[in-house]
């Protein structure tokens, strides 16, 4: 099925087929994050040379549009030159010093100005490692133990979120991960994304044992859903109701479908919001910030401790730096929002026209797609989704040379490069795809 589809490539593809035989010898699965390995669509994962504006090109030299774009983290494309230009002017002064520098300050306080809601920053050096850290502040913060997630989101991969978690699981078929204990996972309630009804009766019962609701505000991890009119301001009401944080979980969201990420957007106040991707500019970074009654709890200004050798490293924070910068040049987010618009209406009616039931959405410079014929508003629907067909029409834009998220399960990105003419080409693919498969 999913590995036979590949059998007819129109791309030669020895090179990576033999580099993935070489990484599977010396690293588990031959990749360094599940979802690269193409379980979800079968075939051979593309080893990637370099990468340009919209364009990856892998070591065959086969040259693709890319959507994936580092999982989000790109919004300018590849190689963007104010980026390399801040990554190498700051590597000729060295690559990290554990110790404070300006460009740490400068980062926290241009998140601090999209973001009202965050008054103080803490970074990290990912998401997994800004999410665990939030979610020990809320516990400290509250004294109490229970977080609510909901199914579908990822939170990265802290034993207590491995529950429910959506994408890399999700495409694995793994419902919880081995090793991860009771204990770890026993304190996480999962709920279905999109219900009120049921964080409301969650409350009632549990209330007092609840530190925090985390949520992704718009989740990118099921594939794109986007949150139902009222869940967010419900959830911002029963959390305060209650004495429980709520939490955003920004780290795809954040700087990407507004400036102010998905606060911004639906004018939410969350108590604490976890960031990383489009902040570090494609380079390895997290952040967590909040309250700045909550933020002083966090060592060394408070009591609770967290730390990291290359937290607020001074390579991430220039590409970081660079990166905002230039989102913040006028229609920046306007040229975002309407490539994803353009492909994400361009494929309904492609597949309007093929005959085939899709559900696809777009918000800010996130879009996405699900072969579905009823509506996706949670992870049991997400889950209804065609997976066989997705992995068809994934292989037959492959051979388009354009480059989807090897996976239902995720959602798709645009950057600044991504201009009129590269979408024209990608639903070009897309038609004769949709013939294909
Ligand atoms: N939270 C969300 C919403 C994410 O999308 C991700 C990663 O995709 C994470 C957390 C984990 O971030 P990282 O992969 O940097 O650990």
Redesign the pocket.
């Known amino acids: 099925m999913a590995g036979s589809i590949e059998a007819t490539p129109t791309r030669t593809t020895q090179r990576s087929a033999a580099l993935f035989a070489e990484a599977q010898r010396v690293i588990p699965g031959g990749v360094n994050?599940p979802v690269r390995a193409f379980h979800g669509v079968g075939g051979t994962p593309r080893f990637i040379a370099r990468g340009y504006g919209a364009y990856i090109v892998d070591v065959d030299n086969n040259e693709y549009l890319d959507y994936v774009l580092s999982?989000?983290a790109l919004p300018l494309g590849h190689a963007h030159p104010a980026v390399v230009e801040a990554i190498t002017k700051q590597a000729e002064r060295g690559t990290s010093y554990g110790a404070p520098t300006e460009l740490e300050t400068e980062l926290a306080a241009l998140i601090t100005e999209v973001m009202p809601a965050v008054a103080m920053v803490r970074f990290v050096?990912?998401?997994?490692?800004?999410?665990m850290s939030a979610l020990r502040l809320a516990r400290a913060a509250t004294e109490r133990s229970v977080i609510v997630k909901f199914e579908g989101?990822?939170?990265?991969?802290a034993d207590s979120?491995l529950v429910s978690a959506g994408?890399g699981v999700a495409t694995l078929g793994l419902p919880d991960s081995p090793g991860v204990t009771h204990g770890a996972a026993s304190d996480t309630v999962t709920l279905p994304f999109n219900s009120l009804s049921a964080v409301e009766r969650v409350f009632s019962d549990r209330g007092g044992e609840i530190a925090a609701v985390i949520v992704?505000p718009i989740a990118?991890?099921m594939g794109l859903v986007l949150p139902a009119h009222g869940f967010l301001a419900g959830l911002r009401r029963l959390t305060s109701a209650n004495g429980a944080l709520l939490i955003f979980?920004?780290?795809?969201?954040g700087a990407r479908v507004a400036r102010g990420g998905a606060q911004e957007l639906y004018g939410i106040a969350p108590d604490l919001t976890?960031l990383?991707?489009v902040i570090g500019g494609g380079l390895?970074?997290?952040a967590y910030g909040g309250r700045a009654d909550l933020m002083r709890l966090v060592a060394p200004a408070g009591p609770v401790y967290q730390a990291g050798t290359l937290s607020g490293n001074p390579l991430a924070m220039a590409a970081g730096l660079a990166t905002m910068r230039e989102l913040a040049k006028p229609g920046a987010y306007e040229a975002l929002r309407v490539a994803s618009r353009a492909l994400a209406d361009g494929i309904a009616d492609c597949a309007r026209r093929a005959g085939v039931a899709i559900q696809a959405g777009a918000v800010g410079g996130m879009w996405g797609f699900f072969f579905n014929d009823g509506p996706v508003i949670d992870y049991t629907s997400a889950k209804r989704s065609d997976t066989a067909r997705f992995a068809r029409f994934f292989h037959a834009c492959l051979n388009g040379d354009v480059y989807l998220a090897p996976s239902q399960f995720e959602a798709c990105f645009v950057s600044l490069a991504h201009d009129a003419d590269a979408v024209a080409r990608t639903l070009e693919v897309f038609r004769r795809a949709f013939e294909q498969s």
């Open positions: 994050s999982w989000g050096s990912s998401g997994t490692e800004a999410v989101c990822y939170h990265g991969h979120m994408s992704e990118g991890n979980d920004e780290v795809m969201t976890t990383g991707k390895p970074v997290g």
